[in-house]
């Protein structure tokens, strides 16, 4: 079992950074395909970013695409995703998901562990 963690979300304005850290109880370098998802109000949850295993290949939606970028420290078991230039519509909860698969699904059932979530607002 695996537990993931994130941390970093709150209050921003318009064009403002904020960094996401998730957190993962257990070794996570070589096993784990870690996505990040967006679930703004009153939508779905769609997945922003992934990151492979060992780091090397990276995907974004079009959506964040020169905004976001992720990364991560498989000795801290830890991934981070760097957000810039913030809009208002990245406003919602942030979750981070692991996967054993060797590649980035898009659909949130292929992903084994979940964190709880946090809050990022962007808002003047």
């Known amino acids: 079992q695996v537990q993931l963690v994130e941390s970093g979300g709150g209050l921003v304005q318009p064009g403002g950074s904020l960094r996401l850290s998730c957190a993962a109880s257990r070794r996570t370098a070589d096993y784990y395909t870690i996505s990040w998802f967006h679930q703004a109000p009153g939508k779905e949850r769609e997945r922003v970013s992934c990151i492979s295993r060992s780091g090397s290949n990276t995907f974004y939606a079009d959506s964040v695409k020169g905004r976001f970028t992720a990364s991560r420290d498989n000795a801290k078991n830890t991934v981070h995703l760097q957000m810039n230039s913030l809009r208002p519509e990245d406003t919602g909860v942030y979750y981070c998901?692991?996967?054993?698969?060797?590649?980035?699904?898009?659909?949130?059932?292929?992903?084994?562990?979940w964190g709880q979530g946090t809050q990022v607002t962007v808002s003047s």
């Open positions: 998901a692991g996967t054993g698969r060797p590649y980035c699904p898009v659909r949130g059932t292929e992903y084994d562990y």
